[in-house]
């Protein structure tokens, strides 16, 4: 029954299904990320940014890895209207 017939099959490699990361966070939350710290630490000479960088590296990390759409919930709504009045 769930035979396939011969040549309807096509081998997909597993790097064309899984998302590029780095350092296991999605490439542009990583390069954000690396671009607001490294212009921190080289533009206004503050060093003590650098370990809060690594630190918000570290947590992304750790929340990406618990449930890996948090980082596009927090994308959505932070581009989200705020209804509540100050």
Request: proline content about 8%; overall charge positive; hydrophobic content about 50%.
């Given at each position: 029954?769930?035979?396939i017939p011969e040549g309807f099959s ?62 596009p919930i927090i994308k959505r709504n932070l581009n ?7």
């Amino acid at each position: 029954m769930d035979k396939i017939p011969e040549g309807f099959s096509v081998p997909i490699h597993r790097s064309l299904t899984m998302p590029v990361m780095l350092g296991g966070l999605p490439r542009h939350i990583a390069i954000l990320n690396g671009t607001v710290i490294i212009s921190f630490v080289l533009g206004a000479h503050n060093l003590w940014v650098l370990p809060v960088g690594i630190l918000s590296h570290l947590v992304l990390v750790a929340l990406h890895k618990r449930d890996a759409q948090i980082l596009p919930i927090i994308k959505r709504n932070l581009n989200r209207p705020s209804f509540l009045r100050s």
